[in-house]
Structures are given as C-alpha cells and as structure tokens.
C-alpha cells in the first residue's frame, strides 16, 4: 500500500500508522520513511473495512506492495484468519516485523520480502480470499499484477485497486465492481471475482 506521504491528514504522528478497527484498535504502528510511501488514510480504510466487514472473518488476505502494512494488518485486526504482507523495500519490510512482533501476531502474519511481481511468479502460497493492491502510483504495475494474481485467488475472491484520481485502473473482465469513492488524490474500488465461465 505504497503512494506519497501526504503532509498532515489523519495519519497522525510522523513514522506511524493507526489500526483504527477490530481487536488492535487504536494501536500505533511503525513506519520505516521511504520515498513514494503513501499509506492508505484513516477514512479511506475506514469505508474499505465497512464494505468488507462481513467477508473478513477466516479470510486468507494478501497485501501486495505492502508499505506500512496498515491494510493487511487491519484485516487480521477485524477477523481474518491470516495475512501475508509482501514488501521489497528493507527498510518497510524492518518495520513490517516490527509492527507483527509488537501485535504479538507472527502466528498470522507474516511479512515476506520479495518484489510484488516475482512473488506472483514463485509457487503459490496458497488461494486468498482478499487481495490488496495499491502498488506505487509512479511504477505503474496495476496491470502487470493483475494479469498474475489468478492462480493465487479463491473463486469468490475480493480486490482492493488503489490508483491516482486522474487516472482510475480498471481491473478486467474478471471483475465486477462493487463499491468506489475517491478522493482528492486516489480512487479507491472493491471488486468481486466473477463466476468463472462467466464476463457478463
């Protein structure tokens, strides 16, 4: 979950995000600083969890271009079973097990340091159940990843875009919308997999 630090906002104290829902609530999270790092803002999660509340509980989530962590992180905070956080960045990733150790959460969360593209291409993990992508909006890899995560879905899958304002990612015929907003700077969407066999 990585785009530009915003100055301000509601990302509280320099270095650190907030869990804002579920058992963590409240809790503060490191965050290591690293140019294009743009956590998701409190509002923005907080209307992205209340669409997915109910499909959450025993989720698998993954959380590609993970930055500070705080979309993974928050879906085991509000009942999934487990996250894996993808992160290339050393710094982020440092501050990713930082964040896990002091949840007390390395039972199901587990940080994996690997380039977002070749952890697609590596032999799966496993399906989840939600998946989080809001890569760096200078690199421009919504549409390389999207054409790697099928092997790695469940067949009633959910997927958090985050892209620019001026620029909305479309996440393809495998996908219906099922929610959006958007703010000053991001579009925000949450689609659900498409029946296979079906596009319409």
């Known amino acids: 979950m990585a785009v530009t630090r915003k100055p301000g906002g509601d990302r509280g104290p320099r270095g650190s995000v907030r869990i804002i829902g579920g058992r963590w609530r409240g809790t503060r999270l490191p965050?290591?600083?690293?140019p294009g790092l743009r956590p998701t803002?409190?509002?923005?999660?907080?209307?992205?969890?209340?669409?997915?509340?109910?499909?959450?509980?025993?989720?698998?989530a993954l959380d590609l271009f993970a930055g500070s962590g705080a979309?993974?992180?928050e879906?085991?905070?509000?009942?999934?079973?487990?996250?894996?956080l993808v992160e290339r960045d050393e710094r982020l990733a440092g501050a990713l097990d930082q964040a896990v150790a002091k949840l007390g959460a390395g039972d199901q969360v587990r940080v994996v340091r690997a380039d977002a593209l070749a952890f697609l291409a590596a032999p799966l993990h496993g399906r989840f159940d939600v998946v989080f992508l809001d890569p760096p909006f200078a690199a421009e890899s919504w549409e390389r990843v999207?054409?790697?995560?099928?092997?790695?879905?469940?067949?009633?899958?959910?997927?958090?875009v985050e892209s620019p304002a001026g620029a909305p990612v479309q996440a393809g015929p495998d996908w219906r919308l099922h929610r959006a907003g958007a703010t000053r700077d991001a579009r925000y969407a949450l689609h659900r997999r498409r029946p296979r066999g079906r596009s319409g």
């Open 41 to 60: 803002s409190d509002r923005v999660r907080e209307t992205l969890f209340n669409w997915l509340g109910p499909m959450l509980p025993g989720a698998r």
């Open 75 to 84: 879906a085991v905070s509000r009942g999934a079973r487990e996250a894996l």
């Open 71 to 73: 979309l993974g992180l």
């Open 31 to 34: 965050v290591a600083d690293s």
């Open 146 to 160: 999207l054409g790697s995560l099928g092997p790695w879905l469940a067949d009633d899958a959910w997927l958090y």
